[in-house]
């Protein structure tokens, strides 16, 4: 059972890395072809993508929220590691559960927050670009904390059920 569980713990995370993986590498094809564009057309040309801009920006910060979460699922992301240096074994195990259920939680917390601003945009009907709603790029938000909800209780799943450091 044990095992069971965390193969499909471990299957469902690399399947977010492949996703996570196409869209990263597309987000930076596209934010490069488009901010090439912008380039060629207003030196050349002397005019622009009118949407450019406004998909440049909300690019960025796609590919920023998805980046953070990219890098919590290989646990790169921003730690402080003194105390763990200084604990023994059990400490540092200890330490591990705590700072990864405390990591979940907080983002559970900012999930929840920010599906209710998502959800406060959506009523609002503002347009970002191209017709599109201001919503639909912010979705980022409550997609990116549940990513990472998801990695830090993930690991701390597999840490406890297993007996090493999520």
């Not at 920006?57 to 929220?65: A, I, K, M």
């Not at 983002?107 to 017709?131: D, I, N, P, Y």
């Not at 909800?149 to 799943?157: I, P």
Request: hydrophobic share 55%.
């Amino acid at each position: 059972m044990t095992t069971t569980l965390v193969s499909a713990v471990r299957r469902a995370d690399r399947l977010f890395h492949h996703v996570e993986d196409g869209l990263l590498v597309l987000l930076v094809a596209l934010l490069a072809a488009c901010s090439l564009a912008q380039i060629i057309l207003r030196e050349f040309f002397s005019t622009g993508l009118l949407w450019g801009d406004a998909f440049l920006r909300h690019g960025v910060l796609w590919l920023s929220f998805l980046g953070a979460a990219r890098a919590s699922s290989e646990n790169r992301h921003i730690t402080i590691d003194l105390l763990p240096r200084l604990l023994r074994r059990r400490g540092r195990f200890a330490l591990a559960v705590l700072s990864s259920l405390f990591s979940c939680v907080v983002c559970m917390v900012l999930f929840w927050a920010s599906w209710g601003f998502v959800q406060g945009e959506r009523l609002t009907g503002g347009k970002v670009f191209a017709g599109i709603p201001y919503w639909w790029v912010e979705t980022v938000f409550p997609f990116s904390f549940a990513l990472m909800a998801l990695r830090f209780g993930g690991r701390l799943a597999v840490g406890l059920l297993e007996g090493t450091e999520p």
